[in-house]
């Protein structure tokens, strides 16, 4: 479309960029290393020190700082934030501006094929292992162990079987609907967890409790009054 003002990108001269790069508008580049086939997104700012690895996906307003290392096939959603100074200030101790001869650039590393989710935030110091990832708008404080999905704040490990556990429920339901319901002869027509009633009523007698028939809600209704 004619008309439209030119893109505004702030990529400094010592940026080292590869091949089949795609930069969009409003980005601010300076001393980083960005590989081949990247793509980054726009209002993005990566910062001096940082690495990029061949096919990586930066979306927008993301932020990388100084110290971070992206290996090759890292996603990175919108709106991540890096972190590399564990105690931050504006001010030494008598009152004067800091330089950066005052802190500490802790480094963060991403392993290869990991996933950042949008909103996410990387403490520093910590490394995100291969292909695992990092849910939306989670707090990483810690080590991300090699295909691990972590979650929240602070971002835990989410159980690897949640799936299996779910389809395992889903077909145990159905099965359990489909089955008829059969009683042991002590008046407990109950299921639990898909057992049979008479084991049900075994294992409440095994833990020295006896277990209560059930009413029928007829006799629900007469109790009552």
Same mark, same amino acid.
């Given at each position: 479309m004619s008309g439209l003002p030119p893109t505004v990108q702030l990529i400094a001269p010592d940026v080292t960029l590869g091949k089949r790069v795609r930069i969009y508008g409003f980005v601010n580049l300076y001393g980083c290393e960005i590989g081949n086939d990247v793509r980054i997104g726009c209002f993005v700012e990566i910062q001096k020190g940082v690495r990029v690895g061949n096919r990586c996906k930066i979306s927008s307003h993301t932020f990388l700082c100084e110290g971070v290392t992206l290996e090759d096939e890292v996603f990175v959603g919108h709106n991540v934030t890096f972190i590399n100074d564990r105690y931050p200030r504006a001010t030494k101790g008598d009152g004067t501006v800091q330089t950066e001869a005052d802190w500490e650039c802790v480094p963060t =590393?991403?392993?290869? +094929? *990991?996933?950042? %989710?949008? +909103? *996410?935030? #990387? =403490?520093? +110091? /910590?490394? /995100? %292992?291969?292909?695992? /990832? !990092? $849910?939306? +708008?989670? !707090? !990483?404080?810690r080590d991300v162990p090699p295909g691990a999905v972590v979650a929240g704040n602070p971002a835990r490990i989410m159980p690897s079987t949640v799936r299996g556990n779910m389809a395992a429920?889903?077909? $145990?339901? @159905?099965?359990?609907?489909?089955?008829? @319901?059969?009683?042991? %002869?002590? $008046?407990?027509g109950v299921r639990i967890r898909g057992e049979r009633p008479a084991k049900y009523g075994?294992? #409440?007698? #095994?833990? %020295?409790?006896t277990p209560t028939p059930l009413r029928t809600a007829g006799q629900a209704r007469n109790n009552s009054g």
């Open positions: =590393l991403v392993k290869r +094929g *990991a996933s950042i %989710g949008s +909103g *996410a935030t #990387l =403490l520093c +110091g /910590i490394t /995100i %292992g291969e292909r695992a /990832i !990092v $849910g939306a +708008g989670s !707090v !990483v404080t429920a889903r077909s $145990g339901t @159905e099965s359990a609907r489909k089955a008829p @319901e059969k009683d042991s %002869g002590q $008046g407990f075994q294992r #409440l007698r #095994l833990a %020295g409790k």
